[in-house]
């Protein structure tokens, strides 16, 4: 049996399982929020003393273009700033795992094109909006990343979800904002 057929054989097994679920269950979980959001939530957002929105995205801006990043977009009156950067994202585990699953395919005579991680674009977003009080503003960053295979093309995104690469970012963003004040 081909490769196509054994695919659509299978498709034909599977879809009556599918017509199955509750589809309300279904719809819930389509455009749902993942179960972490609330923490990665309170990981991204701060409360930030700064009575000037525009001294804020000055500071975050200057603190992306020390991190590396090439701001893409900036709306001051909307209090957005956006930037990327590009980087590698090759891992040698994973390029000897694809080589060796390729000769342990060829042996048995299957020809597999091995796949790998090759470079990611990390895009952040730097939001902020008033409070309550004036001498405040709450801004909230995230970081998400988007990653090429070895055929260049895009094979996955993600959510940055570390913590550590937020707090770095707002430690850093704090020194920015006190530079800004002193000068």
């Not at 957005?80 to 060796?100: H, L, P, S, W």
């Not at 042996?107 to 939001?127: E, M």
């Amino acid at each position: 049996m081909s490769l196509n057929r054994k695919a659509l054989a299978g498709l034909l097994l599977v879809a009556p399982l599918t017509a199955c679920q509750d589809a309300n269950k279904v719809a819930l979980q389509v455009g749902a929020s993942p179960p972490e959001s609330a923490k990665l939530r309170s990981i991204e957002t701060r409360r930030l003393e700064a009575e000037n929105p525009s001294t804020l995205l000055a500071s975050a801006t200057a603190t992306l273009q020390d991190l590396g990043y090439v701001v893409t977009e900036s709306a001051p009156k909307a209090g957005v700033v956006v930037a990327a950067k590009q980087r590698d994202a090759e891992e040698a585990g994973q390029i000897i795992g694809q080589v060796a699953l390729t000769i342990a395919m060829a042996a048995l005579g299957v020809v597999n094109d091995p796949t790998w991680d090759k470079s990611q674009t990390i895009h952040v977003t730097f939001v902020t909006s008033p409070t309550d009080q004036r001498s405040t503003q709450k801004v909230r960053v995230s970081f998400d990343r988007y990653i090429t295979n070895n055929h260049g093309v895009l094979s996955r995104t993600e959510l940055i979800t570390d913590p550590q690469v937020y707090n770095d970012f707002y430690a850093r963003l704090s020194q920015g904002i006190a530079l800004e004040k002193h000068s």
